[in-house]
T-cell receptor, first 112, second 110 residues
Framework: DAGITQSPRHKVTETGTPVTLRCHQT?????MYWYRQDPGHGLRLIHY???????DKGEVSDGYSVSRSKTEDFLLTLESATSSQTSVYFC???????????FGQGTRLTVV | RKEVEQDPGPFNVPEGATVAFNCTYS??????FFWYRQDCRKEPKLLMS???SGNEDGRFTAQLNRASQYISLLIRDSKLSDSATYLC???????????FGTGTRLKVLA
């Protein structure tokens, strides 16, 4: 399995606070993705990156921002957390556009 | 219309049964296709890639139908341990997006 580490694994935060989730990979994969998973919705793409400092929006990007200052790290920030952002967040990486993606173990975020 | 669609199920089947899922994709430019398995509260894991000529791995067979724009997954001799959610991906050629279907839930019953 690809070396993909998400931190923290669990977090409880209050409404209105900023939150940053980290995805770290040791595989030198070019592409990185952030998803959220909620019952009845499956995996929904939030943002993705196709290189250092190259990012773009996915299906559900409102309220989220990302940064990728180096190949191995992709950060997801909730500028002002809301209860609707309570979810499980997964990071994934790929080597190129025709290959499969590998996932981190997920971060369970609860906004109270 | 969603880019990738799946029947959410659940599919409840007895042990030993054969079960098949389909996944339809809307963009004919998709080139590569994948099936993932996801256990409850765990990360998705690659089950198999889907090639133009099909792909078989033990009890699992994946097929691609380009004319009708769907991929299928066939599971033979179902085991209790096959109970999971099965997700498909059909990335659009020329884009970096990696969009999943909502998944099909399978329950294999003793």
């Amino acid at each position: 399995d690809a070396g993909i580490t998400q931190s923290p694994r669990h977090k409880v935060t209050e409404t209105g606070t900023p939150v940053t989730l980290r995805c770290h990979q040791t595989e030198n994969h070019r592409y990185m993705y952030w998803y959220r998973q909620d019952p009845g919705h499956g995996l929904r793409l939030i943002h993705y990156s196709y290189g250092v400092k190259d990012t773009d929006k996915g299906e559900v990007s409102d309220g989220y921002s990302v940064s990728r200052s180096k190949t191995e790290d992709f950060l997801l920030t909730l500028e002002s957390a809301t209860s609707s952002q309570t979810s499980v967040y997964f990071c994934a990486t790929r080597t190129d556009m025709n290959t499969e993606a590998f996932f981190g173990q997920g971060t369970r975020l609860t906004v109270v | 219309r969603k880019e990738v669609e799946q029947d959410p199920g659940p599919f409840n089947v007895p042990e030993g049964a054969t079960v098949a899922f389909n996944c339809t994709y809307s963009n004919s430019a998709s080139q590569s296709f994948f099936w993932y398995r996801q256990d409850c509260r765990k990360e998705p894991k690659l089950l198999m890639s889907v090639y133009s000529s099909g792909n078989e791995d033990g009890r699992f067979t994946a097929q691609l139908n380009r004319a009708s724009q769907y991929i299928s997954l066939l599971i033979r001799d179902s085991k209790l341990s096959d109970s999971a959610t099965y997700l498909c991906v059909a990335p659009r050629k020329g884009t970096y997006k990696y969009i999943f279907g909502t998944g099909t839930r399978l329950k294999v019953l003793a």
